[in-house]
């Protein structure tokens, strides 16, 4: 059992390039959320999802865009990269119960910079 | 969701107890506090959450005041391991289910 594991662990990109950034999950989880964390500040969510082929945005979702084709994966597209973007991008799934409890389990992040 | 203020930094030697406050005077109702920590360039790990009671598992204590609007995460015997940023987050158990991370208190855990 991996857990989450995300794909690559560190690039580097020219501003203009396009990338896309893996996330998958192995408990059957059927959230899953894309962060960004720059350096002095929190996370920040960029998009995420409730379910195979839905995607909702977060509160930073400019510049970005996403896909869950599988519920496995979680697909984080960047189409013409800026040094802005330059983070480490971190994922994370969870598994809603009921009974009010949920626990968002990460990745171990992934490091963009942006030239 | 309600907004946590948490000190910025604090130290604890190795072997004592950490008590990491967090303010969330605004907190509702139906809102709980949940604690996650982040050890460097690591991905964020979860370590406890409550309603209104005191909470205790393998990691942590969460003391949550009887008014609801400030909590302690209580590590019983820090390790140099537990140096970390600790997140205080409040929020709904239903809905889209997003965590909002603020800025964290810096643990560091002196040997």
């Known amino acids: 059992n991996a857990g989450v594991t995300q794909t690559p662990k560190f690039r580097v990109l020219k501003t203009g390039q396009s990338m896309t950034l893996l996330c998958a999950q192995d408990?059957?989880?059927?959230?899953m959320y894309w962060y960004r964390q720059d350096p002095g500040m929190g996370l920040r969510l960029i998009h995420y999802?409730?379910?195979?082929?839905?995607?909702a945005k977060g509160e930073v979702p400019d510049g970005y865009n996403v896909s869950r084709l599988k519920k496995q994966n979680f697909l984080l597209g960047l189409e013409s990269a800026a040094p802005s973007q330059t983070s480490v991008y971190f994922c994370a799934s969870s598994l809603p119960t009921t009974g009010f409890q949920e626990t968002q389990y990460f990745g171990p992040g992934t490091r963009l910079l942006v030239l | 969701d309600a907004k946590t203020t948490q000190p910025p930094s604090m130290d604890c030697a190795e072997g004592r107890a950490a008590n990491l406050p967090c303010n969330h005077s605004?907190?509702?109702?139906?809102?709980?506090v949940y604690w996650y920590r982040q050890i460097h360039s690591q991905g964020p790990q979860y370590i406890i959450h409550g309603l209104k009671n005191n909470e205790t598992n393998e990691m942590a204590s969460l003391i949550i005041t009887e008014d609801r609007k400030s909590s302690t995460l209580i590590l019983p015997h820090a390790t140099l391991r537990d140096t970390a940023v600790y997140y205080c987050?409040?929020?709904?158990?239903?809905?889209?289910?997003?965590?909002?991370f603020g800025t964290g208190t810096r643990l560091t855990i002196i040997p």
């Open positions: 987050i409040v929020r709904v158990n239903f809905g889209n289910e997003k965590l909002t």
């Open positions: 605004t907190i509702s109702g139906n809102e709980y």
């Open positions: 999802s409730v379910g195979e082929g839905t995607t």
């Open positions: 408990m059957n989880h059927e959230y």
